[in-house]
């Protein structure tokens, strides 16, 4: 169901994450209101006519065009907040300040109209604290719309409502985001952290503590907490430095403050000399003199050496090894076979093997103990990782490629219980009469969830046999007549093998890339081509999906 689009938008906050929201507001085409503080003086520029020229400037670029910036229009809280009173949906990003956001409320109680929605962009404050001292009418039409940064290219929405939040504010925001922002929309409980950072965060320390614990490079902890367990190739540190040092232990200690004792994040992000003295000096990564990474000045790549550093002061620097670990070869070789990748690097007694095995044990039992106090549906941590980390795979999908029995040892070994969402041996996920179904927290199983008109074919093929398959491509009947190609040569590199896999190869005209999947209707001899400028629903064949003639080559 295809509700109301907001008509009139305004973001108050014009910060990263505030300008960021904007911009994608802008790409989507339409107009919003920037609004933030006055400047500071006389000769210098207002904060959000400065964002729009960090916007400009952005890289990756935040907007899709250059001049989608005239769709922003810049103003001062004090000045234009009378602008405010015809606006259906107001966003809020300032300061993460429980005060100056009370203080904000009550000002746009008093200022928007009757049907105007106000979401908050918080990533720390629980939802019940926000509008605590707020009218039931204001609370009615309040949600948290947590967006990941960057905007543009992290699809991840956290969409959280309060006890008072009514169902169609729900509803209209969730499908706003989806159809027109091109956010993967995740509805969270309002418990602290929500899914994603709550998740990835402790995943991020994990590997810290189990890289120092088994003595592995920080090189190596990166290359096998990277592309082998489908996680991005920058693994623990090397993100660490691309966040910025400084920035992520404030969100390590913001988590820490509001998660709930006992919580096992306490354990692994608790104060790090370490961390801390890095910050002292300027080392916050790759926007300060360096990380846990860097580069000198002859453009050499070094990286500290963590392992077996016991004495005063820093790891020192020195050259960063190229060298792959025997490990992360193997389960790149595993995927070219469309074996399962993770199972090579927890077979074995080495360092490099227990530091696999750890990892995985307590990352994913972490995300399974969360199931049901958090969610009740699995399928939400698994988007939020996908979505909001950019994993190839979540939590439960990957307990389901290691089995049972496997990852009962791996917690064992650990000194964890098996959750009990899992307890039974039973995987999360399970295929009946063609439809693809996940478990919930009680044992019943439902169809997986997207939104009317999506299919995400990460999950869809798990429900089908390729129509013909080789080392390079697979290729897929999909419904309406569709044939979907999937390449899985090296590189995903269009080969002769390839082309084999389907005769609408032989035409000329088709792209030649593989960054997004084609589909073919060899009834209407076109070619559908998913164009992703905005993250969009995968296929909406009418609207958004070009058709593309398939010309013979004769």
């Known amino acids: 169901m295809t509700l109301a689009p907001f008509q009139s938008i305004a973001v108050i906050g014009a910060g990263t994450m505030g300008s960021g929201i904007a911009a994608q507001i802008a790409n989507a085409g339409h107009h919003v209101l920037l609004l933030d503080l006055g400047a500071k003086n006389s000769t210098s520029k207002a904060p959000a006519v400065a964002a729009l020229d960090r916007l400009l400037a952005s890289d990756p670029p935040q907007l899709m065009h250059k001049s989608y910036v005239d769709r922003i229009t810049p103003g001062i809280i004090d000045e234009d907040f009378d602008k405010l009173a015809g606006c259906d949906w ?8 429980l005060d100056i956001k009370k203080s904000l409320y009550q000002r746009l109680h008093d200022t928007v109209g009757a049907d105007c929605i106000v979401s908050s962009n918080t990533s720390t404050i629980p939802i019940r604290l926000l509008v605590e001292d707020m009218p039931t009418e204001f609370r009615q039409k309040f949600a948290i719309t947590h967006y990941f940064n960057p905007v543009r290219y992290m699809r991840l929405l956290e969409l959280v ?17 989806d159809r027109v922002l091109g956010k993967g929309v995740v509805r969270c409980a309002d418990t602290p952290g929500f899914l994603g950072n709550r998740v990835g965060v402790y995943a991020l320390q994990v590997g810290i503590d189990e890289a120092i614990r088994c003595g592995l490079s920080i090189e190596d902890a990166d290359a096998l907490m990277g592309r082998p367990m489908g996680i991005p190739k920058t693994g623990v540190f090397g993100l660490y430095d691309l966040i910025g040092i400084d920035l992520m232990a404030d969100v390590v200690t913001s988590l820490g403050t509001i998660l709930p004792d006992g919580d096992a994040f306490h354990a692994v992000g608790g104060a790090n ?3 801390a003295e890095m910050i002292a000096t300027g080392f916050t990564g790759d926007k300060g003199k360096g990380g846990f990474y860097m580069t000198d000045a002859n453009g050499v790549r070094l990286a500290r050496r963590l392992a077996g550093h016991t004495g005063d002061g820093l790891p020192p620097y020195g050259v960063a090894s190229k060298s792959v670990p025997k490990l992360a070869i193997a389960a790149a070789e595993a995927a070219a076979r469309q074996d399962e ?9 080495d360092p490099q093997v227990q530091f696999c095995r750890r990892v995985l044990a307590r990352v994913l039992h972490y995300a399974a103990v969360l199931i049901p106090d958090v969610t009740t549906n699995p399928q939400d941590i698994d988007d ?10 979540g939590p439960f999908e990957m307990i389901d490629a290691i089995g049972s029995e496997r990852f009962a040892s791996l917690c064992d070994e650990c000194g964890l219980s098996v959750p009990d969402i899992i307890a039974d041996g039973s995987p999360t996920y399970s295929v009946s009469q063609r439809q693809l179904l996940v478990r919930h927290a009680g044992g019943a199983r439902h169809p997986v969830n997207l939104p009317d008109g999506v299919m995400r074919f990460s999950l869809t093929r798990r429900t089908l046999t390729p129509v013909l398959s080789n080392d390079a491509a697979s290729l897929f009947a999909l419904e309406g007549n569709l044939r979907l190609i999937e390449f899985h040569s090296k590189a995903n590199a269009l080969t002769d093998e390839s082309r084999a896999t389907h005769p609408a190869w032989q035409y000329r005209g088709l792209p030649q890339n593989r960054e997004y999947p084609l589909f073919f209707n060899p009834q209407e001899n076109t070619c559908l081509r998913f164009h992703n400028n905005l ?20």
């Open 161 to 177: 409502r309060g006890t008072d939040t009514r169902d169609d504010v729900i509803d209209r925001l969730a499908d706003f985001n």
């Open 535 to 554: 993250n969009t629903r995968l296929l909406e064949r009418d609207n958004f999906v070009p058709k593309i003639p398939c010309l013979n080559n004769n």
């Open 90 to 97: 107001i966003i809020e990003a300032v300061v993460e300040r």
């Open 341 to 349: 990748p993770l199972l090579p690097i927890i077979d074995g007694p």
């Open 384 to 393: 939020a990782m996908k979505l909001g980390f950019n994993w190839q795979r």
């Open 273 to 275: 000399p370490m961390i």
